[in-house]
């Protein structure tokens, strides 16, 4: 997703990978899909969050364009009724441990939802959010064990107008 946001519809899945805790030796196991969920095209990330070996994390994310002027993220979701994260990393994020987080609840029907960049709380870094910097989003399944299931059908900035 670089610029104008992310639609299903529109871009597939292009740019945006699985991440999950493996990385760092934990044993979370998914899959991230392009197929229609509830009558839309979306992305659908699926999988078991599972909590030993350290690890406890499936994530869906892209790179994207800096995004001076917005005031947050909006996106449409659908999932199981649990609560995900959004984890945003900018120019000043430098250990795969600190992001910039907000959570919100994915209900079992298409939702949209509203996250401005005032309510994030950074995660392990002191720096202050800055849209300007902005390189990479992620839709998370953290910090319990569970079978997560989101979907997500759109991704857009929007400004305070």
């Known amino acids: 997703m670089r ?3 992310f639609d299903a519809a529109r871009d597939g899945a292009a740019g945006w990978r699985l991440v999950s805790d493996q ?3 934990g044993v979370s ?3 991230l899909t392009l197929e229609e969920v509830a009558g839309r095209p979306a992305l659908r990330l699926t ?6 070996n350290d690890g406890g994390f499936l994530q869906m994310a892209t790179d994207v364009a800096a995004a001076p002027g ?3 993220i909006e996106l449409e979701v659908l999932g199981d009724g649990s609560d995900y994260n959004l984890h945003l990393r900018t120019d000043a994020v430098e250990k795969p441990w600190q992001s910039f987080r907000a959570t919100f609840r994915a209900e079992p029907q298409w939702r949209r939802i509203r996250l401005p960049f005032a309510g994030l709380e950074a995660h ?3 720096a202050a959010f800055d849209p ?3 390189r990479r989003i992620g839709l998370v399944a953290i910090g319990q064990a569970f079978r ?3 979907s997500l059908s759109m991704l857009h900035f929007y400004t305070k107008n």
Request: aromatic share 0%; hydrophobic share 40%; proline share 4%.
């Open 132 to 134: 300007a910097g902005l």
């Open 70 to 72: 917005a005031a947050g």
């Open 47 to 52: 999988g078991k969050v599972s909590l030993e």
């Open 124 to 126: 392990r870094i002191d």
């Open 23 to 25: 990385v760092m030796g």
């Open 148 to 150: 997560p299931d989101l």
């Open 3 to 5: 610029g104008a946001g």
């Open 29 to 31: 196991d998914g899959t």
